[in-house]
Each structure stands twice: as structure tokens, then as C-alpha cells.
């Protein structure tokens, strides 16, 4: 070692100018990052071309490719070809296409946003600005949801729209037109006014209360879609009714306003064009699940320091993972799947919507409708929720963590 | 922030003061015990061996990466805990000066400029100008040369209208002419009271950049100072042309003077010993002349700093 005692140093400098005084009067020390911050940040992923043309297609092009078709296909051939819109479209394709692909390709925005500043040699340049780590992290943030968010929205927009304004104007309800919103007396009515349509198309529960068996009634000009007369019909109470040769219409009536009656609660759940709480709910879920891909992935990449295995996992995260564990009980780490984020948010899906990833159950809000598959594994409100805000604060906080004590 | 005020010491005279400083990453030292003091508005030479540890100290300093032992500060600020208030008068650069290839050279200065104090934005277009990229400053980095990156990393240091500059490796990858510019740029930085702190292994360049220098080897510094002090006290040779190289060879040889004498053809290559006074050159041809040899020229050669830089690293004959 050399000791400086015996080195004759070059006569001392200027000391510093006052403008060096006043710069260190900035907050560069603060956790929180400037408005330029953010704003350089957004444009910096803004310029990704691959990127954006990424998000653009899966979050507004998929949709707008399908609903594309759909309107020209009702056009060309209205009678092939339902409306383009309406509620069972959008009931398709949100949860289908703009839930989970939002999801993914959020996570590749976040993962970017992550990652790049390391592999493309720019955090050394920020680190050496003196600004506080954690304030360069925290930028990419609101940088990256106004991205994400705004390409969902758009895209969502225009489902919603062509949902609405290219919807049928009568409710298709078991192959039949029926009138949308009627109370139950008024479906009754309705029911009573189409007995046929009523009784050939609508599903008949059976059961006790019925003031006589089902009648005998031709449909579409062949044989009755109830049996036979002479048929004799087990009843739900335990007894028998043997099916008459012929009935009145008033009979006929009856049995119709009882199977409208039957089919009322399901009836309600459909829709011509989805409701705007619907569409809000659902339009806050989805811009949700885009949210929390981005930023566990921008944790997981700044962790990583790099993009392409925090992809991959997120992708079988969504694609795989979520799907087998919110319908498959598995006892000894039924908590661990609780955990898991995708499970969660099936459990806070919007009523009205079929579950993404198929199967019946549901979460407190009418969640998850459709489907015939296991049920969706047990998880109350107050867990889900909790576990989304964890899945949001911890990758967020061991992005930043890893960034403050990264060597670069 | 009252704190960070008190932190600065406005009389304090180094620009870069380190004691103890070390850095090891296993059982590799790359920063051993560094004792250092880089006084403030010269240009001032951190030299040393590719693998030395030059990188590693930089880093260290910017906070890049922790240091195992030692303290340091920036202008006067203690490091790193004050890291923020000293980092503001720092501009730098790291290795190579690598951006984000997809936007323009101003987009990734403006990045850097938010980051900074809210003035550093409008130091933008003067940066690039200064560094004379700015009739290319819309085009995308990914189309930059070497040479243009390294002119944006100068840039990007002088954003935050730095009071010190740590450029590492500043002339890696320029042609002749870009290290011509970027030599004259380093002095005018330092005519205006600014401090470049600069690394490298090409010795001529800092030769003729800096006022002092500082040797780095296997991660310690064995030498620091000016350059001219530092030369002073070594060795240098005196070539003399004359009659009778072979005579003159014996001659000198049975002297006192020591050092190494090399016959040749037309005259003869002395190397005299470090400490030796000028004097030894009119005794030598005294001593000549005397001898019977005609004596046709006699020039003092000053050991270069590279001569002085491989007579005291340990590289010279290593068997690395």
C-alpha cells in the first residue's frame, strides 16, 4: 500500500461553485419518483414496437378480428349467422380471450419494464444519477399499468360497444325469442300466449305441483316433446300420472305458465346485451388480472434480471397451474392453492360470467356459471381478496428490493 | 436534507478520497486497502492493468456495488451515505457506455435528465452539442458507432453539470481522430474547475490527458501523484553517438555511475539508475572526450510513463 504522505499531490481545486449547493437541495434521495420520471419511463416502453404491436393484438386485434367476422358474417347471411354482439358473446370472449391473454401479455409489458434497464446497461446510468432505487422502480409502475390499462380498456371498449349495438333484439332462451326483463306474471303471460314454443323448447324439471302431466303437444309438426299418451310418468312425490290422450287448452296453458315458471331464475340470468354494472364489474376485474400480471412480473424480472424465464413462468402460471388448482382439491396443499393468485381472482369474478378456465362453482358474485367441470375449490371473499393484495405488495416489494441491493 | 448540506465540505480539497478501501469477491481482492486522493479541477489518471481492479474501484465509489471495507467520499460527501447529495456534482461512465438501442440518443439523455434535478433537462441539447453528436441525436443508439456511444456517455455525464467526472475507459473504441477530440474535450472539462478522474491501460493517452496518476496493480495502488513528480525520480537513459562504441562501452562500464550500458553500431544506449542527477550526462562526456572518443551527440531520454508504468507493476516478466 501507498501511503499518501509521500505522494505530492497536485495543488487543490476549486472548491465547488453555490450551484452545486442549490442542486443538492433536490429530493433525488425521496422513495417516490418524479412526474418526469414516470413520463420517460412510459415512453421509453411506449417505443417498443414488438411490444406494443404484442399488446395491441392480443388486448384489441383478437376481439376486433372476431367481432370483425361476426358483423360481416350476420351481414352477408343474417339467417347463418346470429348479431355479432349481444350478451352470449361477451360472455365468450372476455372471460376467454381479453382475461387470460390480458393477463399473459401484461406480464411480458411488466417483465420488460423490469429487466431491460439491466440488459440494456441503462440502470448503471440511473444508479449513478444518485436517485433512490426504489424511486426508479416505483416509476416503472404507474409507466407500465397506464400502458397495459389503456390498451385493455380500449380493447374492452370495443367489445362492450359491439356488444351492445350489434346485440339481437329479442333474447334467444332455449332456441325460443322471448321478450328480455319480463317479470315473472309477465312471463307467465308470454308463456301462456306461446304454450307450444314454451313446452317444446324449455327444459322441464318435473316435479310435484303440477296440475297435470305434460301434455300432448305437436312440435316443429312431429311427435310431442312430452311423452306419449298413455304414458305413465314417475313423480318426483313418489306416485304416478298416466299421460291422457288428449288435453285442453287450457291445460295446455297451465302446463306452459309451470314451466315458464320453473325456468324463471334462469331465464333472469339472461340477457340481450350485458347490463352496464356488468360490464363495469367486468371491466374493473379484467383491467385488475392485466394489473396484477404486470407487476408480478416486473417483480419477477427484476429478481431475475432478465424477461424470458419470468414469461415462462408466468405463462404456466396462468395457462396451467391456475386452471388445475382452482378445480382440483388437493388436500395437503389446499391452502397453497387458495394461495394462488389466478384462483383468487376466479373467486371475485363478476356475476354472469362462465368461469376462464371452464367448470361450474362459483365465487360470491354469481361467479362462474358455465361449464360442467369439478367445482371451483372453496375460498371465502375475505381470503381471495387477501391474497391478491399479497400477491401485489410482495412481488412489488422483492422487485424492489432486488433493484436497491443489486449489483451492476 | 439539512443533513446532506451539513455533510458537504466546502474547503474539502479531494475530489475522490478513499481509505482502506476494499472489495473482494470471494476470495479474489479486486480492491485491496486502496488508499486515494484525487485533488480537485485536474485531470487525474487511474492507471493500471487490464484486470487491476480499475472498474471495480469506479463502481465502488458510484455505489454500483458495496464495498467489504475502507470508507470513502465524493466531493467531500461521505459515501454511501450521503451517496445521493455526492452522486449529484458526479457524472460517469462505466465500461462501455451501453443505451437503450430502440430510442434516439435525446430520448435516453431525456431518461436520464428526469432523474436527475429538474435543470439537468435543458442541459440536454447543449450536451449533445458539446460532444458534437447533436446533428445525429434523433437517430436510434442502436445505429450509433462505438465511438458516437462513447460521445453519448460523456454527454449523458454532462447533464448534471458535473463537478467531477469518472470516465472509465474513456478512449475505448474512438478512432485517432475521436481520441484527439475527446483528449481536448477532458482539458477543457478541467479548464472550466471541473475533476476527470479517468481509468485506463493505454498509458500514452494518460500521459498526455492527465496531471497525475495513480497506479493500480492486483487491486492496490502502488504509486500516485503528478506525472512529471513521479517521472522525475526514474530511471532514464542517455544515447550517445560517438566514435568508438566499443572503447566508450568499457569506459563508461568502469565507472561509478551503474545502470546498464548497450554497445551498438553507432554509438551507445545508457540507462542510469533512478535518482540520478542531471550532472551524470556532462560527466559521461567528459569522461568520453577525455578517453579519446569523439563524441557527435549526446540526448538525454526521459523514461516514458510507460517505461516508469512497467518497471513498477508486477506484470512485466509475471508468469500471468
Redesign the interface.
Known sequence: ????SD???????????P???K???????SWIP?W??V???L??LR???GLMIALIAVNIGIPVVFLAIRLISHAVAPKSYGPAGGYSIFTTLVPGVMYIFGFIVAAVVGATAGS?DLT???F?????????RMA?YLARIPAGLAIVISIVAIGYTIVCAVCVFAAPTQLNYDGVNVPQGLSRPALDNWAAAHADKVICNFNFHGGDGLNGPPPNVPCGGGPSSGPQPGTVIQTKGGGTITVPANESQAQIRAFAVTVANQDYSDYRSNFIVPSNTLMIDVGLWIALEAAIGFIVGLGLASLMGQRTVPVILLIVLELILTPVFSRHIISHILNLERGIVGVAMIHIEPGGLPSPFGGGGGGPFGGGGGGGGPTLIPESTLVASLVIVGWIVFWTAIGAWRMITR?? | ?TD??AS?N??????VETHGLTKRFGDNVAV????L?V????AFGYLGPNGAGKTTLI?VL?????ADAGTMSL??HSVPRH??????????I??????????TGR??L??????????A?GRVAPALERVGILHRADDKVSKYSMGMRQRLGVA?CLL??P?LLILDEPMNGLDPGGMLEMRDMIKSLVAE?R?VMLSSHLLDEVERTC??VAIVDRG???????IS?LLAGSSFEVQVECSDPAVAGGLIQRTAFGGHVQVGPDGLAISLPEGTERDAIAEINRLLVEGGISVYRLQHIQASLEQWFLSVTSRLGSPE
Not at chain 2, 485491496?32 to 488508499?35: P, S
Not at chain 2, 485533488?39 to 485536474?42: A, F, S
Not at chain 2, 431525456?110 to 435543470?119: K, S
Not at chain 2, 492496490?220 to 503528478?226: A, H
Request: glycine content about 12%.
Open positions: 500500500m501507498t501511503t499518501i505522494v505530492g499531490a497536485p495543488a487543490p481545486g476549486p472548491a465547488p461553485t450551484t452545486t449547493a442542486r443538492r437541495s433536490d429530493h433525488r434521495g418524479t418526469g420520471m413520463t420517460t419511463r415512453m421509453e417505443k417498443r414496437r431491460v440494456e446497461g441503462m448503471r446510468h440511473l444508479v449513478i444519477t444518485g436517485r433512490s426508479l449489483d451492476t | 436534507m446532506l448540506l458537504a466546502p474547503k474539502e480539497e479531494w475530489a485491496n486497502d486502496v488508499e486522493l485533488p480537485r479541477g485536474c463502481r458510484l455505489g454500483l456495488t458495496h466531493l467531500g451517496r445521493d447529495a455526492a452522486l449529484a456534482g458526479v457524472g460517469a462505466v465500461d462501455e457506455p451501453r443505451f437503450h438501442g430502440h430510442l430520448q435516453n431525456q431518461i436520464l435528465a428526469a432523474a436527475r434535478e429538474p435543470e433537462k449523458a448534471g453539470d463537478q474547475g475533476t496531471d497525475a492496490t495502488v502502488i504509486r500516485q501523484g503528478p513528480q
